[in-house]
């Protein structure tokens, strides 16, 4: 697999182009080979384009950010990959809702009196406030 190995300081990346074994150590294993370089911050890089045409022939893969970084030197005729996608939004899980029986409203409305408690009674609502309007003007 071809694919970008980090090296640098905290806060300053910089990859190396490396060919490793697919699933075998993991990010830390030593590489087969070194085939270039790549400084994100400069936005520079160094690719020793014959290994990697010579890679690419033996069926190795290069990863997503490597495949785009080919894309734009033309050592590879592909579209670019999406490496960063947006999470599609997730909708709430629905649950099937329950089938009950509806009952029809009946046609009669039966309004009752609300019976006021005899302690809400003793309390008196607040005077609703208006504005003051001048009286109209008389000519």
Same mark, same amino acid.
């Given at each position: 697999?071809?694919?970008?190995?980090?090296?640098?300081?905290? =806060?300053?990346?910089?990859?190396?182009?490396?060919?490793?074994?697919? %699933?075998? %150590? %993991?990010?830390?294993?030593?590489?087969?080979?070194?085939?270039?370089?790549? =400084?994100?911050?400069?936005?520079?890089?160094?690719?020793?384009?014959?290994?990697?045409?010579?890679?690419?022939?033996? %069926?190795?893969?290069?990863?997503?950010?490597?495949? =785009?970084?080919?894309?734009?030197?033309?050592?590879?005729?592909?579209?670019?990959?999406?490496?960063?996608?947006?999470?599609?939004?997730?909708?709430?899980?629905?649950?099937?809702?329950?089938?009950?029986?509806?009952?029809?409203?009946?046609?009669?409305?039966?309004?009752?009196?609300?019976?006021?408690?005899?302690?809400?009674?003793?309390?008196?609502?607040?005077?609703?406030?208006?504005?003051?309007?001048?009286?109209?003007?008389?000519?």
């Amino acid at each position: 697999m071809l694919r970008l190995k980090r090296t640098g300081r905290k =806060n300053q990346p910089s990859y190396r182009v490396v060919v490793s074994p697919r %699933g075998l %150590g %993991g990010p830390k294993a030593k590489p087969i080979e070194y085939l270039g370089w790549l =400084n994100p911050l400069k936005k520079t890089f160094n690719l020793n384009k014959e290994r990697i045409q010579y890679w690419l022939s033996q %069926g190795a893969r290069p990863s997503a950010t490597l495949h =785009n970084l080919l894309v734009k030197t033309g050592l590879l005729q592909a579209k670019k990959i999406a490496v960063h996608q947006k999470p599609a939004p997730k909708e709430p899980a629905q649950e099937p809702a329950k089938e009950q029986p509806v009952s029809a409203p009946s046609q009669e409305t039966t309004a009752e009196p609300v019976q006021k408690s005899p302690a809400l009674e003793s309390i008196q609502p607040e005077a609703a406030v208006k504005p003051e309007t001048a009286p109209p003007a008389q000519e």
